[in-house]
């Protein structure tokens, strides 16, 4: 992992006093709100329906087992207890208090993090596939190249005050966890002729205006990785439209101007960039790969099998919830947060306790959060499982559902966030729920569901195999659904079905609509998004509103 | 004819715990929705927002909510309001808890 040098703890230190000298000015007085709000949201403090929410960067979502103690200490003291994982791997405190949200930044920096750029105009939290340095098909670890990212666009004087927020995440593996084709850059290490270089996707991003991200450059070598990345931003800077909110991020500068057109500014822009750069990102780049050095696996398996051929309950945790690591005696172990019932991404202190515990005995001190709002032990020896399971089980973090129907990804919605039009937590909750009584969700087998509570698509429900979107419709929340999005490798925009549904309704619609699956797939190994590939919208149209195709039948 | 006015109440958030306030007839801050003063033309609607925008050493964010008359004081009439009332659903925090 990144070790934080000198030079980053002085950067932070001094940047903490800043901000608490601004808050205190904001208390006495001598700032406005007007004067205050950027300068609060530069350090990731937003003010939100109930109280002020910190968002905190966890930088390509990997911590050690102290910096998630030091997560659940701080949820003790200044917050309720518990915090969020969100879908860009950062972690929220949903109750802070504007006094005490200086001491929570100082206690962040003890253990090497932060909120810088968590939100505003500029370069926000570089995210990375969850399972990188761990993944068996990963061509190169990417967090090496996010580190690098991350400092380069921390606090980029030219880039604090961008037309709109941007998103870059990084991916090493063609499995593309990292939904790279959803951002504004999106990067995808590959090997070509025995060199590292980035493919690099251009004006991808949901919200609004769904888009997925275009090839601006199919190969790009790491030497010039930044200098481009800085002349895309550059580019994006200028060219950007500042007229319209809704029309400021780069995915629309690209449809607007054309990919091609784009690329002509960009390469026209590089070489100066590059010029500037004299090598010591790359001389930067070598020292963060020694951090990133992969840890000392051991061989041997122990009595995993033993136990994974008696233990019915332990064989299902196994079987739904890893991955194949690259050691063969090793898995990718995801610890959902989703127990039946529970609120997606949140976890509470003793929780977060159980998990840095876990990570410091068992896995090489290694954790993960993943868009999906889960949390992984990258390195997770096959012969400690049966204990980790035992102990995850305690604290409510054994449900073996990962990337089934009740792995739902749902944003704060009307439960916290202003910007809000309707509730997503308790329809997750629900549907959730609903599939456990049903005891359907190992029979339905992978399938996504993605949540939003507005337009603004945190809860990426585009690329939701089912995505579900809040809005307010004359004063009452109801629910639209869209089918058969994607957020892999080759990701695809989920098309809308229909006339939405009341706040009431969805759980019935959900299951009316996975039983029409369960009915018309050729057998238990099409998915629900392989049968909605083959069959189209048509039959789950039918399946969701039966009354029109009634209507239509006589 | 006029369009019919729907009656107000002054809202928004502490300054220092973010907690929704409500502007009440004395022209204090109250956490309490039923307390707060309902506003029954636009002109004192105006008057009171400019009032409290302008205490930005108490409260931030303020804004017009629309809202009815209640058996125990103003009623939020949009669900976001009603929501602002009690806290999140998923757990008992905010001004629902110990209620």
């Known amino acids: 992992m990144y070790a934080y040098t000198d030079f980053d703890r002085d950067f932070l230190a001094e940047r903490n006093a800043q901000f608490r000298a601004q808050v205190e000015r904001r208390i006495d007085g001598s700032l406005t709100e007007d004067e205050f709000k950027p300068l609060r949201l530069m350090n990731g403090l937003y003010l939100q329906l109930h109280a002020y929410m910190l968002r905190v960067a966890i930088p390509y979502g990997t911590l050690n087992g102290s910096q998630m103690r030091q997560l659940a200490m701080i949820a003790d003291r200044w917050d309720k207890g518990y915090g969020h994982f969100t879908t860009r791997q950062n972690i929220q405190y949903n109750w802070p208090q504007l006094r005490d949200v200086p001491d929570m930044l100082d206690a962040l920096a003890e253990v090497g993090m932060h909120a810088i750029q968590t939100s505003g105009n500029t370069i926000r939290n570089v995210t990375a596939d969850h399972f990188a340095g761990a993944a068996a098909e990963e061509v190169t670890d990417p967090r090496p190249v996010a580190e690098l990212i991350r400092q380069w666009s921390t606090d980029h004087p030219e880039f604090q005050f961008l037309g709109r927020k941007f998103k870059i995440a990084v991916t090493g593996s063609d499995q593309d966890r990292a939904v790279t084709a959803a951002h504004d850059i999106g990067l995808r290490l590959v090997e070509r002729d025995g060199e590292i270089g980035a493919m690099v996707l251009v004006g991808g991003g949901l919200g609004r205006t769904p888009m997925i991200g275009k090839i601006l450059n199919d190969f790009v070598a790491l030497p010039d990785l930044l200098p481009y990345l800085e002349a895309v931003v550059a580019v994006y800077n200028l060219l950007g439209r500042r007229d319209n909110k809704y029309k400021a991020r780069i995915k629309i500068t690209v449809h607007e101007n054309g990919i091609d057109e784009i690329r002509r500014h960009v390469d026209a822009e590089f070489p100066a960039r590059k010029a500037a750069f004299n090598g010591a990102d790359m001389a930067l780049l070598d020292q963060i790969r020694a951090d990133f050095a992969a840890p000392i696996f051991e061989d041997g398996q122990g009595a995993f099998l033993t136990h994974y051929e008696h233990d019915p309950v332990f064989r299902s945790f196994v079987d739904t919830n890893t991955a194949p690591h690259r050691h063969e005696d090793y898995v990718i172990l995801t610890v959902s947060t989703k127990a039946h019932g529970a609120t997606p991404g949140d976890a509470s202190s003793d929780q977060m306790r159980v998990l840095a515990d876990i990570a410091e005995t068992y896995a090489h001190d290694e954790l993960r959060i993943s868009h999906e709002q889960n949390v992984i032990l990258p390195h997770m020896p096959k012969r400690h499982l049966r204990a980790v399971h035992a102990a995850l089980a305690k604290a409510g973090l054994a449900t073996a559902n990962v990337g089934l129907i009740s792995d739902i990804i749902a944003c704060p919605g009307m439960d916290y966030c202003a910007l809000a039009t309707a509730r997503s937590i308790p329809v997750a909750q629900e549907i959730a729920e609903r599939f456990e009584e049903l005891k359907l969700e190992h029979e339905v087998g992978p399938l996504k569901i993605k949540i939003s509570g507005c337009i603004n698509a945190c809860g990426h429900h585009h690329v939701g195999h089912i995505g579900i979107l809040g809005l307010d419709r004359a004063g009452v929340e109801n629910y639209q659904i869209t089918l058969g999005g994607d957020g892999g490798p080759d990701a695809v925009i989920g098309e809308r079905a229909g006339p939405g549904f009341a706040y009431t309704e969805v759980t019935d619609a959900i299951e009316r609509l996975v039983r029409a699956y369960l009915d018309i797939r050729e057998d238990a190994s099409e998915t629900f998004l392989d049968t909605y590939r083959r069959l189209g919208a048509a039959p789950f149209k039918a399946a969701l509103y039966p009354e029109e195709a009634k209507a239509d039948a006589a | ?99």
């Open chain 2, 1 to 99: 004819m006029p369009r019919q006015f729907t009656p107000k109440v002054v809202t928004a958030n502490a300054l220092l715990e973010g907690d929704v306030v409500y502007l009440d007839p004395q022209g204090h801050w109250t956490r309490n929705h039923a307390e707060a003063d309902l506003i029954e033309d636009q002109a004192t609607a105006d008057i009171r927002l400019l009032e409290a925008q302008a205490q930005a050493h108490e409260i931030v964010g303020a804004y017009l909510a629309d809202a009815r008359k209640g058996p125990k004081g103003p009623e939020p009439i949009h669900f976001r309001e009603a929501f602002r009332t009690r806290g999140p659903s998923n757990y008992d925090h905010g001004k629902q808890e110990g209620l």
